[in-house]
């Protein structure tokens, strides 16, 4: 060392500056972790016109300033459009020439400083996320598509503030994540001008402009503002006072669960026709699809669960997810997981009538399964390298393996402990960002269990176990009870967890606790009980994998099982069993289902088995078998439909009836009901309930002198539903050429925008009764598939599988599966098991429909 006027000199070389990150496109590891290295203090400004039509240019400018720690290398903005959509850049006061390539917007080192910097951009702002309709637009940023309407720094763990303007038309009305500064009103615009965000990452940004109807309530102390377009006066009725009361419901929960007073300025949201998902947690301005929220007088006691599900969900996310964010898209499940578990606590207490236990088993299990059994299944933590595959980490086993996970480790750990851990999580990383390890590592310290072994199998690989059992019996009493697991993939993998069996006698049960930790686990507490008539296994729902069936509980009836949780369990059970091809054919269960449909008065479980029925009836029968077998099925559900007395029972019963109808007396008394518009006796039925029917007459090609499809689009009053269902008629349409050209119009990016209107399409075009014309469409079909990933919203590739895939049993729609992930042995790895994940039911179907 040396010193010269006080002046501590080092003799050691200046440290070399970091390689320069290359420019390749989306964001991938090693530019996120280098620019969360040297940026920092980071705000963006944003002022946007949007003009009336559609179509035409928004243009926009944009403020970014943040601090930089290193500026010896050139700076990524990361900016998914044309180069021609960039009219200027400035860089600390002066000019820059544009220097755009794979995706990104490259800023000169010899521009930029350490410590504040500024960036000034003039562009047209990117179409794809601003999901633009005639009279409203909005953005769906998650998880890196900010980057597709403004230049930006596209990472969850690079939190800003945004400021932000809005010129609009003048009869439009915005809403955006900060409070409403100001607004001023032209000839012919107005400019909303909004106060800085809270502090959230990029995929958080959101704004909503257009024509709505904005209402404003204060419950609880707290004022909250919704934008909507519903102008159905009965629906806004009955709905209205619910949607605002669950929010606040949910809010207090979660203040008195955490702790922590709600840690953002507002709370407001948009209701949107058609979202692409149920709801999306913005801060400051939640989205949700109008059709969960606004139920009209038909709604089933399942769908105003299913509302309260979702808002508890996007209002737990306010902690989970966003005052505490994951660092990097492979922990996004640590987000959802979260939404997920407080939702179902919070529903449990908001909800009247509610079976917390039973509902946990129906949402969760059989959307679990439905990926776990697949030779595409994926862990709940995947690994990513590059955000621009992030929107392929989304799907079931993030959404419901991971709540049932979560339950276990809350049982693990205990009720308490769990949630003290919790809490120093969300305070010790609150508006900061967090990984997996840093929760467990805190959880870890609040148990004596091993939670990183327990968390290798449960969090970081795909898969479930199978069981086993040995009952051994003498003079009358149990000697031993015997579980065995094994991994379904025939590993050496174990599955530490805790179930219930349940030993029914004819005139009592008993339940036994099974601390499940070895391989081999016999039950202690079994030994002396009198041998039960049967052993159901699983009975409370809450332990995981394919459980044994003891074949006495298919004669001795599981309706008498007077537990609507234990009954559930089983009917998952069963038709897991089935698919493994476990002691259950297809046509023994439907049998099963059938029987207990006749009796079964929980409207959860008549949800469940009715779904079973609808599923089996199309997808595990030949068509011969379901035209042979129809008749009767139908005449079952409509017996049953008469007998029961709960309208929301009927209702579902009714539904089932309409999907498998086959018989031409049951194709007429639907058609009956649809032109007279008089529903069966107890059964309320809505606007949406008539179009579904018509689209359903309109599929088996019913003929009448009445055009259905027509006549119903003339009885709908709502502009978004009208449009709706005009996309939706040419798939229904009796003539193949014309089907042929709707498929054919789907290759063109902009036909598929409104991507639930898609998914519907599919499902008609691909429906059972068009197999035979449409199974041409499956080459096709595939070979879209990764345009669909980088053009469409994360659960669309999925979406869109499922909708194509879901309903074929032939070996030749097999065979155009397997051919096409031959001729692709270097397909992208997330959406090969995407494929593997939708084509299962496909696989199955084709070994068990012989």
């Known amino acids: 060392m040396a010193c010269t006027k006080g002046l501590v000199v080092s003799d050691a070389p200046p440290a070399a500056p970091a390689a320069e990150v290359a420019v390749v496109p989306g964001v991938s590891e090693e530019l996120a972790a280098d620019r969360t290295r040297r940026v920092s203090r980071l705000g963006y400004e944003l002022q946007l016109a949007i003009p009336e039509s559609k179509t035409a240019d928004i243009r926009a400018s944009e403020t970014v300033r943040f601090h930089l720690a290193d500026a010896r290398q050139p700076v990524q903005l990361d900016f998914k459009e044309l180069t021609s959509n960039l009219k200027s850049v400035t860089v600390n006061g002066q000019s820059v020439a544009i220097d755009h390539r794979q995706e990104h917007l490259v800023l000169p080192a010899a521009n930029l400083r350490v410590g504040a910097n500024e960036v000034g951009i003039e562009f047209i702002a990117g179409n794809q996320s601003l999901n633009r309709n005639e009279d409203y637009l909005y953005t769906l940023l998650v998880p890196d598509r900010a980057r597709t309407v403004f230049p930006v720094f596209d990472q969850p763990n690079l939190k800003a503030s945004f400021t932000l303007s809005l010129t609009l038309p003048r009869n439009w009305q915005a809403m955006a994540n900060g409070p409403l500064q100001d607004s001023t009103v032209a000839a012919a615009s107005k400019t909303y001008r909004f106060a800085p965000s809270d502090t959230i990452s990029t995929y958080l940004f959101s704004f909503a402009a257009g024509k709505f109807t904005r209402l404003t309530r204060t419950v609880a102390g707290r004022e909250m503002q919704m934008l909507h377009r519903e102008t159905d006066k009965d629906k806004l009725r009955l709905s209205l006072n619910p949607i605002f009361q669950i929010h606040a419901d949910a809010l207090a929960f979660m203040e008195s669960y955490t702790g922590i007073p709600y840690p953002f300025r507002k709370f407001d949201f948009v209701v949107l026709p058609d979202f692409q998902y149920g709801g999306m947690e913005h801060v400051g301005a939640i989205d949700y699809k109008a059709s969960t929220l606004f139920l009209d007088e038909g709604a089933t006691q399942d769908q105003k669960i299913a509302r309260s599900s979702l808002i508890s969900h996007e209002t737990a996310h306010m902690w989970f997810g966003d005052l505490v964010t994951m660092q990097w898209f492979n922990d996004v499940w640590m987000k959802e997981v979260f939404a997920n578990f407080m939702a179902d606590k919070i529903t449990q207490v908001a909800v009247a009538n509610s079976n917390y236990d039973l509902k946990f088993v129906i949402d969760h299990y059989p959307a679990a399964y439905g990926v776990d059994r697949t030779s595409g299944a994926n862990p709940i933590r995947q690994n990513l390298e590059n955000l621009k595959d992030a929107g392929s980490l989304y799907g079931n086993i993030i959404y419901h393996k991971a709540p049932i996970m979560m339950r276990q480790l809350e049982r693990l750990m205990g009720e308490d402990a769990f949630k003290q851990g919790l809490q120093q999580y969300l305070k010790t990383y609150a508006y900061r960002n967090a990984t997996w390890p840093d929760l467990i590592q805190i959880l870890d310290a609040r148990t004596p269990a091993d939670l990183q072994a327990w968390n290798q199998v449960w969090v970081n690989q795909p898969g479930r176990p199978v069981f086993d059992y040995a009952l051994k019996t003498s003079n009358g009493k149990i000697t031993e009870l015997q579980l065995t697991q094994q991994a379904e993939d025939g590993s050496e993998r174990l599955w530490p967890q805790l179930f219930e069996v349940l030993l029914v006698y004819p005139d ?42 003891d074949k006495q509980q298919l004669t001795s009836g599981l309706t008498k099982l007077t537990n609507p949780v234990a009954r559930a369990a089983a009917y998952v059970n069963l038709y897991e069993n089935m698919l493994n091809g476990r002691q259950l054919s297809p046509q023994q269960l439907l049998g099963v289902y059938r029987q207990a449909l006749a009796t079964e008065q929980e409207e959860l479980n008549i949800k469940l088995i009715s779904g079973y029925v609808s599923d089996m009836f199309w997808k595990l029968l030949k068509p011969a078998e379901r035209v042979a077998q129809a008749p009767a099925l139908e005449k079952e559900l409509w017996q049953r439909l008469q007998q029961t007395a709960a309208p929301n029972s009927k209702k579902l019963l009714f539904k089932t009836y309409q999907s498998v109808a086959l018989s031409k007396d049951a194709e007429k008394r639907l058609f009956q009901i649809w032109q007279t518009q008089q529903a069966p006796a107890g059964v309320t039925l809505t606007e ?27 009885r709908i009053k709502n502009p978004d539903r009208q449009k709706r269902m005009l996309f939706l008629m040419p798939a229904l349409s009796p003539y193949a050429e014309t089907r042929d050209a709707f498929f054919a119009s789907l290759t063109d990016e902009r036909n598929r925008e409104k991507e639930a209107w898609v998914v519907s399409a599919l499902a008609y075009l691909h429906h059972p009764l068009r197999a035979a014309t449409s199974e041409k469409y499956l080459p096709k079909s595939l070979e879209l598939l990764e345009e669909i990933q980088q053009t469409g919203d994360i659960f669309f590739p999925y979406s869109w599988l499922q909708a194509t895939l879901g309903a074929y049993q032939t070996p030749t729609a097999a065979r155009t599966v397997r051919e096409f992930l031959a001729a692709h042995p270097q397909y992208n790895p997330k959406l090969r098991a995407k494929l593997l994940q939708a084509a299962d039911d496909l696989f199955r179907a084709e070994k068990l429909v012989m």
């Not at 339940?511 to 030994?527: D, S």
């Not at 699983?538 to 994998?545: C, E």
Request: glycine share 8%.
């Open 508 to 549: 009592r049960v008993k339940e036994l606790t099974v601390n499940m930790g070895q391989r081999q686990v016999v039950v202690p507490q079994a030994a002396g009980e009198a041998a039960p008539t049967f052993v159901l296994f699983n009975s409370t729902g809450l332990g995981y994998g394919v459980f044994p069936i």
């Open 688 to 714: 949406d309930d008539y179009t579904a029917l018509a689209l359903a007459l309109a599929l088996r090609d019913y003929q009448s002198t009445t055009p259905i499809l027509p006549t119903q689009l003339a």
